[in-house]
């Protein structure tokens, strides 16, 4: 997704999250901070951003929205039950209407055979209680990596959260 295309999209997040009176939060991982950045370029922003999270580390997880250590431990932090912590603990924490969570393999390095690099998880959250987790593996270097994770993680808030809003 290009730049241009990600203001667009961040810009109508903006408007339907003002036309609900509601905020989203982000809980980032391999992205480190890009969707907060995206929504954040928004001029007003600052009326339905609350907060991100760039929990880089397990520890950050742990530690700043909840993740339980054990699931790390289990699952690996490039995992649904990961993803779906980080956005449920993101949303507690930042007190948000809404919130993304993703963590992935970049690369160059740290892919496997079952997580090989460019595996992405994408977790969302409402305060409706709705949870949702998606995988994408994309191609590409580790900033093409990042990019399409950004662009993948609005585009589907706003398809599954705020498009009718």
């Known amino acids: 997704m290009k730049d241009e295309e990600m203001m ?3 810009q109508r997040l903006g408007q339907a999250l003002t036309g609900r009176g509601a905020t989203v939060t982000t809980a980032e991982s391999c992205t480190g901070g890009w969707v907060a ?3 954040t370029d928004v001029a007003g922003s600052s009326a339905w951003f609350e907060r991100g999270f760039v929990t880089y580390s397990n520890e ?3 530690q700043m929205i909840g993740v339980s250590p054990e699931t790390l431990a ?3 932090a490039v995992s649904e039950a990961v993803v779906r912590q980080m956005a449920q603990g993101a949303l507690a ?3 948000a209407d809404y919130a ?15 997580k090989p690099v460019g595996t992405v998880w994408f977790g969302f959250a409402a305060a ?6 998606f995988r994408e593996c994309f ?3 580790r900033e093409a990596v990042r990019r399409q994770a950004t662009g993948y993680a609005l585009n589907t808030l706003w398809q599954q959260f705020l498009q009718n809003a």
């Open 8 to 10: 667009r999209l961040s």
């Open 37 to 39: 950045k995206a929504l």
């Open 60 to 62: 950050a997880k742990s």
């Open 74 to 76: 289990a699952e690996g």
């Open 93 to 95: 924490a930042a007190a």
């Open 100 to 114: 993304v969570s993703i963590s992935g393999i970049a690369g160059p390095d740290g892919g496997s055979a079952q």
């Open 128 to 133: 409706d209680g709705r949870v949702l987790a």
């Open 139 to 141: 191609a590409g270097d």
